[in-house]
């Protein structure tokens, strides 16, 4: 299993997933460049963190037009897995790889803190082995993370089991004080239809180091491994 990371201009973690995937759990990581015409072999690929461009019109809506991205679609397209986490998530979203948009938090300001998530299923190889009564400490640190899409969509993505994880209490409970910036439904993350694809706010990259004194993020990178490995 060979992973890629791109780095768009602005981009703040990638060191950080490529650390967490290199260093942590011993995987062969390969750096990309957003200019970059090729994925250069790399089975996995991961959209990073950031502020891609500045934020410039939108989230991620810039980097949507970097070269590297047609490659991305056309990864995604033939089935091949991609991870998106907070600006990757957004990029994600202005791709249309993955459904509805990222808005200005409610309070209309930067967050930065730990929240806590949960799996809604195990229907994708992401959730797929994460208990759904466990609460997942994973930070965020975003200023446009608020979920929106049409109640038709989220219909469809409930349906489908396309919603991934939900900001929840520590105790495991979804509660409107728990959403931390007014996302509907308290959603933190989504995939695609083909479950190949997926997105999240929070940052599991930044819990998975011993050192930090937490490793929940850990699980989801597990979750995800035990399928694409095995």
Known sequence: MKFGVITFPGSN????????????????????WHKDSSLKGADFIVLPGGFSYGDYLRSGAIANYSPIMKKVVEHANEGGYVLGICNGFQILCESKLLPGTLLHNNNQKFICKNTYIKAD????????????????????????????????????????????????EENGEITAASNPNGSLENIAGVCNKNKNVFGMMPHPERAADTELNNVDGLKIFESMLQAVVS
Do not use: W
């Not at 195990?122 to 993370?145: D, F, T, V």
């Open 121 to 168: 299923n195990n229907a994708s190889i992401i959730n797929q082995s994460l208990s759904l009564n466990e609460a997942l400490k994973i930070p965020i640190a975003h200023a446009e993370g608020r979920y929106f899409a049409t109640e038709e969509m989220l219909t469809e993505m409930n349906q489908n089991q396309q919603i991934i994880f939900r900001y929840c």
């Open 13 to 32: 973690c990638d060191q950080d997933m490529i650390y967490a995937l290199e260093s942590i759990m011993g995987y062969q990581v390969e750096h990309l």
